[in-house]
């Protein structure tokens, strides 16, 4: 049975140190690798596909780590930062669905960048539309990512993959 319809950052660090099921469960990364302050809703049957989708937001403040060293004088988020973020949510969700395992990212068909966050943003948004789950052999989601700065769609993603994986398969070289 799919969790709760949306968390707060206190919920996704717990998640992070514990997993969202408990220790043994997909997890995010913490801080500062964790790239969303909450997230607002998730649930099975929404998005452009109907099967399930995730809105999540980072606040921006120009005292982000990243802004001190990409790049010194001219600050700005690293475009992998937030195709990251799309995976994250991406084996969040499959996690959140009640799917076991540990989620790795499997890559994505096409990643388009049109844009940047700055120090001057104040809030990213990103939104997962889910196009398939698979269960067999393996645990797999598919998902295309939008991330929005100030509310300007600036990346989109198209065929992010994420496996979710045992601890056997992880042994073995996945």
């Not at 989601?141 to 398969?169: K, P, S």
Request: with cysteine.
């Amino acid at each position: 049975m799919p969790g709760k319809p949306s968390y707060s950052r206190d919920e996704l660090l717990e998640c992070g140190y514990n997993g969202l099921r408990g220790r043994g469960s997909a997890q995010l990364p913490v801080p500062p690798m964790l790239m969303f302050d909450r997230i607002a809703t998730i649930d099975t049957s929404g998005g452009e596909f109907g099967k399930g989708q995730v809105v999540a937001e980072l606040d921006i403040h120009p005292d982000l780590w990243f802004f001190e060293c990409h790049f010194p004088g001219d600050p700005v988020m690293p475009g992998s930062l937030g195709v990251d973020a799309l995976w994250q949510l991406i084996g969040f969700y499959l996690t959140w669905a009640d799917h076991p395992g540990r989620g790795r990212a499997l890559g994505a068909k096409e990643v388009k960048f049109s844009g940047q966050v700055t120090p001057s943003v104040k809030k990213v948004r990103y939104h997962i539309d889910m196009r398939r789950v698979m269960t067999r052999p393996m645990i797999l989601g598919i998902g295309n990512g939008r991330l929005f700065a100030d509310d300007r769609l600036i990346y989109v993603a198209n065929d992010l993959r994420v496996g979710l994986f045992t601890d056997e398969q992880l042994a073995a070289g996945m």
